[in-house]
């Protein structure tokens, strides 16, 4: 099959969902070679993804997928980005995380260690202690108990160990950069969500509507951050009682002061460890509180009140 559809996207044709699920299924059980699977992947990308793409493979890695299911009173959500956006800032979306657990939120936090940044969401929880590796039943349990709780995205999709080699290989965006954030192992309903590329604040949103979702907000800043940012203007989709608004939002609106991009860059993973840990204990910088501020509100759905 990956052969067939390797070549179909050469030729810039979309794949229909069954192809999709198929080839998908093939490479997710170590049925194709590592240079088919880099040779497929790079025809994707070149020619684009299609929503059904995008769907067909969503749905395959979450049958390969180990999945938990958190008894909470009130919404489970994630914050992340698709990361890609190469701009080395602190960990803003964990940190937030952070900050709407302290405030009663409940957040099944799903990541990895950082490919195209210096520090990943895992690298802060693993720093700290946090195992890994825990089996997901303990995970369940201390979202329940705690607010919080991370899943591993490399435990919890097993399967994806067999495009690992291909996607280094590679070296660039592929379309699991996009699906990371969309495959939460607890299937979460309500999600911020930051995208590298403008396209993809709707197209976010129509995928996880597709599968269930109830509350989405996507987010890019003018100056391409993966986050809701206080150095530019940021452009926003917002998914609400199925219905989608579109609005850009300005750092001043919100009473924030408008930073540079450098106030909230790092360039050590120690840099990161300290960043994190001044902003929840109040002696961060002032800009990396406020733009934690800021998408930890937007984690909070509390959008409704800054219009």
Known sequence: MILETTIKLSDSKDLSYDEMRDTMNEILMGK???????????????????????????????????????????RIIDVCGTGGDKLSTFNVSTTASFVIAAGGGKVAK??????????????????????????????KNIIERFNIGFMFAQKFHPAMKNVAEARKILGTRT???????????????NQLVGVFAPVYLQRIITLLQSRGAENVMTVISDDGLDELSITSKNYIHHLKNNEVH?????????????????????????????????????????????????????????MRHFR
């Open 32 to 74: 194709t070679s590592i240079q088919d699977t880099t040779n497929f992947l790079k025809n994707l990308t070149i020619k684009g993804e299609s929503n059904d793409e995008l769907l067909a493979m969503l749905d395959t890695m979450q049958k390969h997928a180990i999945h938990i299911e958190p008894k909470c009173n009130g």
């Open 110 to 139: 799903h990541g990895n260690r950082s490919t195209s940044g210096i520090s990943g969401s895992a690298d802060i929880f693993e720093y700290f202690g946090y195992d890994l590796n825990m089996e997901p039943n303990k995970i």
């Open 175 to 189: 379309a699991f950069n996009l699906l990371g954030p969309l495959s939460n192992p607890a299937q979460v309903k």
């Open 246 to 302: 579109n609005f850009v939002l300005e750092p001043s609106e919100m009473g924030l002061t408008k930073a540079s991009l450098s106030d909230i860059q790092i360039h050590t993973k120690d840099e990161a460890i300290r960043s994190f840990v001044s902003v929840l204990n109040g002696t961060g910088k002032k800009s990396m509180i406020e733009v934690t501020a800021l998408n930890a509100a937007a984690g909070f759905d509390g």
